[in-house]
Structure formats: structure tokens, C-alpha cells
């Protein structure tokens, strides 16, 4: 279980405020943090991973104290078992990408980046430099480079902000992959609709440094009517339209629907 | 070539000269690498007061620097004396002498190009080194300082073409002593006091070529050096 309770001053796009954050965060879940521009998801982030320190406040992860105001525990980013995915990838340009899967390895975890380079699809490009490459294939070596510590907590800054629609689907794919196949618990920042619909077990939305009660809807919560149930092969997605929308997911429980039956649009999303 | 050899100089300031600035440069880029990634990367409380003791050599005139260098390495100094007593070294009037001022002298021009160099680099790339787990110090050695050779290598430049032009330190430290501390600058000093202004001026063309051809060089380099 991850735990953060967090507090700290911090300037919003609507003026000053305070981050202040009460988290807890299912052990392998996939949890989607969604907000307006300059709203704290980044900086709650940046806490997270030590790279900033808020003024009062806890983390616990997995029983393991990572800050603590109180006592004054702060572990660095060192510290901590994180992944962290930039929103610039902040890939190292005299590294290759194979160089830079490594950096973070152990000695004896080479099988293991082999393993992320096949897993991201890299390995026609392991020794090219990161300038060489394009923007998905830059997220997609971020993605395995974070990895690479097989770390407890995976941190991702709008890793899909600056791709294009071919490019961030695959990302994704890549992504919901990695994510059931090592289970690694997951917070990603994302201002796009259709990560949280594929990707999130849960949503949180932040306002102004707050957590807002209300869970995050990207389409309307009443029952509605399936019009149309089908499998798009290309994205591997099950979609469902209704009147007011479309909805789509990888999994497989959905496939159980058929045109006619009435969705619950939230109780799908809890269930998946 | 020919004509270089050729002409009416002693060529020993020359050599003592290219000595000087080899040492001073190859030591400064010891000493001054990790100063200038330890100021590029700490937080520390005091860093002003470091920065402005390095950036001193930039605004003091070079006889008041000497003074004091001269004051502090003088034998008859505590400094200079536990230095004479324990490894029979005098520091006023001799080469390593020259060595030591030069080191403090250029250390500015070693340490603020690395410093703005480490400096200018995304603030991401640091922290994604640390978020796996990486120490500062490696950091600084796989990852920043690679990534910043332009300005290594004005920092190499800057501290050699600085420590071949010293004049006023020299003088104050080292005197005039043929063999041991009579640098370029000072043999064109001498010769313009005796009048012989030809041989001045082979001194001062040679110096003048010198320094260009330096500055050339890395120009010519620094457009080549790209990551």
C-alpha cells in the first residue's frame, strides 16, 4: 500500500494555494491523475519521487517510511524505488538507447534490459542515440529506462502529451503490456480522455492542490443504451457506442455485452 | 620554421612560458572540474561566498593579488616557513612558485565556463540520473560533463591563453630570474626597457600567432564538438 499525506505552498494557475493531499494507492493498480494546467499533479509527482520536499506531511510505501515531517525522514530520489518518466523523456544524448535502458541497472541486470528492450519494441534502434529517434520511440525507451530498477512505484508526467494519435496509442499498448505483466504500481499524469478511459483502474482529479470527491468522468455516469459492441483490431480495444458517446477498453469482460444491453458507464470502469 | 629559429630571441621565456600555461591548465582542470560541478550542483548555504573567493582574480589588479601571494608565501611567513621546514619548498622567486599564483590567478576562467556550462543543461537530466539511483558524482561524469564539452573546452583554453599572457603576478611572485621565471611577458618587458624593440617584437609576434592560433583551434573544435 502507498500512503501519502502531503502538504505544501505552491503557486496554482489561479494564484497561490496549497498542495494538500491525502493518497492512498492500491499495490499494482494503474491510477490516472487528471487536473487542469497548473493544478499540482506535477508537483505532487515531484514529491512522490523526493525531487521536491513538502513541508509537512508522510509517505509510507509498503511499510517503508520515504518522508516523514514529523521525524525528519526524508529519503532522496536515490532512496526510493521509483520510476520516473519526465515529460521531456530527459533521455541522455551521449548515451545510446541501450546505454541508457542500462544506466540505472544493476551489474547483473543485462538480461533484464534485454528483456525491456524487446518488451518496448527498441530493438532495431538500441545503439542510436536518443536525438535520432522519434518522439514515441523516446517515450518508449523513458519507459523501459524507469523500468529497469523494477521499481515500486512508476511515475509518468504526461508521457503522451507531444505524440501523435498512431504514436500514443501504441505507447499505451506498450504501457497496459508492461503494467499487467509486472504489476508495477502506476501513477500517471495525463490531461488526454483516452489514456484515463484505457489505461486508469482508478481517476483522481486535482484542483488547485486538492483532491476533488467526485470521481473524474470523461462521459456521462447514467445508464445508457449500447448502440454498437465490437473489437478494433488496430488499437486491440473493445469499443462501445451510445447515444451521447464512445467508450473503449482492453478488457476482455466486454465482450460480454451485446448492442441493446444498458452500461452503467462508472460501474464498467470499477470493474476493469 | 626556419625563420622562427631564425630570429634574435633567447627561446627559453618561450618554453618557460608554454611550460607554465601546460601545468597551470592540466592542474586547473583537475582542481577546477569537480569545483565547478560541485557549485553547479549544490544547494549549499555558502556557495556566494566560494563563487566570489574564485571570482576575485577577475576584478583585483594582478600586483594586488601578487602582494598578497607574495606576503603569504615569503619565507618569512608562517605559510612560507612551515613550507620551507617541512618540504623544502620556497614558493617566492621560482617556478612552482609561479605555478601556485597561476593556479589561484585562472581559476575563474577554469571554473565559470564548466560552472555555466553544467548550469545550462536541463534540470531533467540530472534528476532522471538520480530517480535511478544514481549518486551526484556519477552523475557529473556520465551524464553532465559529456554533455557540456564546449564548455570544458573553453574553460582548458581560456585558463592556458590567460596564464600565457600573466604579467603583473609573475613580476610580483616569480622577479626576473632567466631559467625560472623570466616568462615571455617579461623578456618583452626587458627588451623594451633596453631599447632592442626588434627583438620585442619577435617575442610579441610570436605571442600574438600563438594566441590565435589557440583561439582558432577551438573555435574550429567547438563547432565540430557535438554530442
Not at chain 2, 605555478?99 to 581559476?107: C, G, K, W
Request: charged share 15%; with cysteine; proline share 6%.
Amino acid at each position: 500500500m502507498i500512503e501519502a499525506a502531503v502538504s505544501m505552498p505552491r503557486l496554482f494557475a489561479e494564484g497561490a494555494g496549497t498542495l494538500n493531499v491525502n493518497l492512498t494507492i492500491t499495490p499494482g493498480s494503474l491510477t490516472a491523475l487528471v487536473g487542469p494546467s497548473g493544478s499540482g499533479k506535477t508537483s505532487l509527482l515531484r514529491v512522490l519521487a523526493g525531487l521536491e520536499t513538502p513541508k509537512q506531511g508522510r509517505i509510507v510505501v509498503e511499510k517503508q517510511v520515504w518522508f516523514d515531517a514529523g521525524q525528519g525522514i526524508n529519503r532522496r530520489p536515490q532512496q526510493r524505488s521509483i520510476g520516473y518518466i519526465f515529460q521531456d523523456t530527459a533521455l541522455f544524448p551521449n548515451l545510446s538507447v541501450r546505454e541508457n535502458i542500462a544506466y540505472g541497472a544493476s551489474a547483473d541486470g543485462q538480461t533484464l534490459v534485454d528483456e525491456l528492450v524487446e518488451a518496448t519494441g527498441l530493438n532495431a534502434f538500441v545503439h542510436e542515440k536518443p536525438t535520432r529517434l522519434s518522439g514515441g520511440q523516446r517515450q518508449r525507451v523513458a519507459l523501459a529506462r524507469a523500468l529497469v530498477r523494477r521499481p515500486q512505484l512508476l511515475l509518468l508526467d504526461e508521457p503522451f502529451a507531444a505524440l501523435d494519435d498512431p504514436s500514443a496509442t501504441q505507447l499505451r499498448h506498450v504501457l497496459l503490456d508492461l503494467h499487467r505483466a509486472w504489476g508495477t504500481t502506476t501513477l500517471l499524469v495525463s490531461h488526454h480522455d483516452a489514456d484515463v478511459r484505457v489505461l486508469a483502474d482508478r481517476v483522481i482529479t486535482l484542483v488547485q492542490g486538492q483532491i476533488q470527491e467526485q470521481p473524474h468522468r470523461t462521459t456521462p455516469a447514467k445508464r445508457e443504451r449500447i448502440d454498437h459492441i465490437y473489437f478494433d483490431e488496430a488499437t486491440r480495444q473493445w469499443v462501445i457506442e451510445t447515444a451521447t458517446g464512445q467508450l473503449r477498453s482492453s478488457d476482455v469482460r466486454w465482450q460480454q455485452a451485446t448492442a441493446g444491453d444498458f452500461v452503467q458507464i462508472d460501474w464498467m470502469r470499477s470493474q476493469s | 620554421m626556419l625563420f622562427v629559429y631564425a630570429m634574435p630571441i633567447d627561446w627559453e621565456p618561450i618554453w618557460l612560458t608554454l611550460r607554465l600555461a601546460g601545468i597551470t591548465t592540466l592542474l586547473l582542470l583537475l582542481i577546477g572540474v569537480p569545483l565547478a560541478g560541485w557549485l553547479a550542483l549544490s544547494r549549499f548555504r555558502l556557495k556566494p561566498v566560494i563563487e566570489s573567493l574564485i571570482s576575485l582574480p577577475l576584478v583585483l589588479p594582478p600586483s594586488v593579488v601578487g602582494f598578497y601571494l607574495l606576503l603569504a608565501f615569503s619565507p618569512t611567513s608562517a605559510f612560507g616557513a612551515w613550507l620551507l621546514r617541512t618540504v623544502d619548498l620556497q614558493l617566492v622567486f621560482s617556478f612552482p612558485g609561479l605555478v601556485v599564483a597561476s593556479l589561484l590567478y585562472s581559476l575563474p576562467f577554469m571554473v565559470h565556463p564548466i560552472q555555466a556550462g553544467l548550469e545550462n543543461l536541463p534540470l531533467s537530466w540530472r534528476e532522471a540520473s538520480y530517480t535511478l539511483g544514481q549518486s551526484p558524482t556519477r552523475t557529473l561524469w556520465r551524464v553532465l560533463l559529456p554533455n557540456c564539452k564546449p564548455a570544458v573546452l573553453t574553460g582548458i583554453v581560456l585558463s592556458f591563453a590567460h596564464t600565457i599572457g600573466e604579467f603583473g603576478l609573475v613580476l610580483m611572485i616569480g622577479g626576473n630570474l632567466p631559467g625560472q621565471t623570466r616568462v615571455a611577458s617579461i623578456a618583452i618587458y626587458d627588451e623594451v626597457e633596453l631599447l632592442h624593440f626588434d627583438t620585442a617584437h619577435a617575442y610579441a609576434g610570436l605571442l600574438l600567432g600563438l594566441s590565435f592560433a589557440i583561439l582558432l583551434l577551438v573555435y574550429g573544435i567547438n563547432k565540430r564538438v557535438t554530442v
